[in-house]
């Protein structure tokens, strides 16, 4: 048995097989071939297993993200089928006399290079589906997997690290837990794991290693420790571990339908946090009381191209419709720093998590914004609608957002395209400079949501995707909280609601605090709901109040 100790991410215990994931070589080997004859056989054949493979690729996507969503395999394809395409590809391999892999690459860039080129954004954003149909053709003619899972069975997945466009693209039936050799507890990839409520592993060294491949392993999120051909004495603990969790969520559920209130009456509204469309289903399942925070940035990583404003809406309307009248908090799309999407085109920033992200790409790129706001408010007849805006600073960047608003409410109503007169307008705190000036901010909003990841990050001065930061990123960091509770103090000065939409949301051990602090609600990764009602059902605030604000050095 090798024993291979971590941090924990997520907990629970996982048995299963392991699959390492090493990330392809994109360099393409260049070699002289005898026939050009036989190069472009061994082409089509290529170029038909594609169309294939998008065809189960676009079936299977109609039923997890609707038909709209799916359409890009159908581009995909086309282009497959694009004359001037094959026609280059075979008339390198003929001239050249080189092997097709080398053709489809040096195709593949004159093509990138020609749609970049172009005035019209929809065809300079095809340059990334260029790519990565030539990417699918290389792997084919290289005998490489694409999609970097090619396992029948559920595994444990190692990897060095994962992006979180790596992570989406994972078939989620397939993944039983993820240890990493890097990443951090507040990455979006944990966040992801969370969110999946899988057992995940960070910081696992020499955890990748290739002679791991399929041997039988048990992931145990609780100590962060991964142990590969486990031996019967480690199988047993691990066995009765994973029966006392299964124990331990069984009483959880006794809180369905019971209200997320103190022993003295404090109520606070109890959310989840998702990703897609898909996580509604653990929403509902762990009985939240509404969305707290909808990451909608993730549709545009799941995506390969901009999703329209159709696609957009479809997702909105279905989650919106989901959830009947709960309140459903979408924030507009948060992309920059980890969250990286090739065809946003960023120019490289040195120190992204401090650069054009989240509503500085919105408000550099209307059109951008304007496509999803049109969106959320074509949506919001569908159920009870909150918008909130990430990454805010100061309070110009409010006052241009609502302008934005008022425009696309003045278009809908002359295109006579109705949307609730209701829908509650908030920002995330998760700036310094906003928690500073919250007094300012509250008077134009109806809500706050702390996003206590990139509050912390910014306020200790300590980068969330650092696996060495360790102890310098102080989660409970005194700061930190005098932030949260001056937030909620200006906020409420003002009649703004504030909930807290970070990972800290969820930490069992600052529940108390947070009730003696007045936090409105909290949302949090869905399978924490009943954990956290727990809590909050067992607290007296008028009793622990004054302890836990002198322990935290809050007052
Ligand atoms: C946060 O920063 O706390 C937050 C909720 O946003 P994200 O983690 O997506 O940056
Ligand atoms: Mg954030």
């Known amino acids: 048995m090798i024993t291979i100790s971590g941090k924990t991410v997520c907990t629970g215990v996982a048995f299963g097989p392991v699959f390492v994931f090493s990330r ?193 392993a048990i992931a145990d999120g609780f100590t962060g420790t991964l142990y590969i051909d486990p031996d019967d004495q480690t199988i047993a603990a691990m066995t009765k571990k994973k029966q006392e969790i299964e124990k331990k969520t069984a009483l959880l559920q006794q809180l369905k339908g019971q209200a997320s209130i103190t022993k003295d009456g404090h109520k606070i509204e109890l959310c989840a946090n998702i ?78 998590a401090m650069g054009i992200r989240a509503i500085r790409i919105c408000l550099q790129r209307p059109d951008i914004f304007k496509v999803q706001l049109r969106a959320l408010y074509r949506a919001s007849v569908f159920g009870r609608l909150a918008i909130m805006f990430p990454m805010i600073a100061s309070e110009w960047e409010i006052l241009k957002v609502l302008e934005i608003i008022d425009e696309v409410k003045h278009e809908l109503d002359s295109e006579g395209i109705s949307y609730s007169k209701n829908i509650e307008l908030g920002c995330m705190i998760e700036t310094p400079a906003a928690a500073v000036i919250s007094d300012i901010l509250a008077k134009h909003l109806d809500f706050f949501s702390i996003g206590t990841n990139d509050l912390t990050q910014y306020t200790l001065a300590a980068d969330r995707q650092n696996p060495d930061i360790g102890e310098f990123c102080d989660t409970h960091h005194t700061a930190v909280l005098r932030l949260i509770n001056m937030i909620v103090k200006n906020a409420h000065a003002n009649g703004t609601w504030v909930g807290i939409c970070g990972e800290l949301g969820a930490d069992i051990e600052l529940t108390e605090a947070f009730l003696a602090i007045g936090i409105d609600e909290l949302s949090v990764t869905p399978s924490a709901v009943l954990t956290i009602r727990k809590k909050v059902r067992e607290t007296n605030v008028s009793e622990i109040k004054d302890n836990v604000l002198k322990k935290y050095l809050i007052q």
């Open 24 to 216: 392809e070589e994109s360099t393409i080997k260049r070699f002289h071939i005898e026939s050009s004859e036989a190069e472009i056989t061994r082409f089509e054949k290529a170029r038909e297993q594609a169309i294939l493979e998008l065809d189960t690729l676009y079936n299977k996507a109609i039923g997890e993200v609707g038909e709209a969503n799916a359409m890009i395999f159908q581009i995909h394809q086309m282009m497959l089928e694009d004359l001037d395409y094959i026609e280059s590809i075979k008339n390198i391999i003929t001239d050249q006399l080189i092997n097709a892999e080398t053709a489809v690459g040096q195709t593949c860039d004159n093509f990138v290079q020609m749609f970049r080129a172009m005035d019209d954004d929809y065809m300079r954003e095809r340059s990334a589906d260029v790519k990565d149909v030539s990417e699918r053709l290389i792997k084919i003619l290289s005998g490489k997997d694409k999609s970097g899972i090619i396992a029948d069975e559920p595994v444990i997945i190692i990897a060095d690290d994962l992006a979180p466009s790596e992570t989406v693209q994972f078939d989620k039936t397939k993944i039983l837990a993820f240890v990493t050799e890097g990443g951090s507890t507040s990455s979006h990839t944990s966040i992801l794991a969370r969110m999946m409520n899988i057992p995940a592993v960070i910081g696992a060294k020499d955890a990748l290693n290739s002679s791991f491949n399929g041997k039988p």
């Open 275 to 352: 990703g897609n469309i898909l996580d509604v289903g653990a929403v509902l399942k762990n009985d939240a009381e509404g969305i707290g925070l909808f990451r909608s940035e993730f549709l545009y990583l799941e995506s390969e191209t901009y999703p329209s404003e159709d696609i957009q809406f479809g997702a909105y309307k279905e989650v919106l419709s989901k959830m009947v009248n709960k309140r459903v908090i979408i924030r507009t799309l948060d992309i920059g720093a980890d969250k990286q999407v090739d065809y946003f085109n960023m120019p490289h920033e040195e120190n992204p």
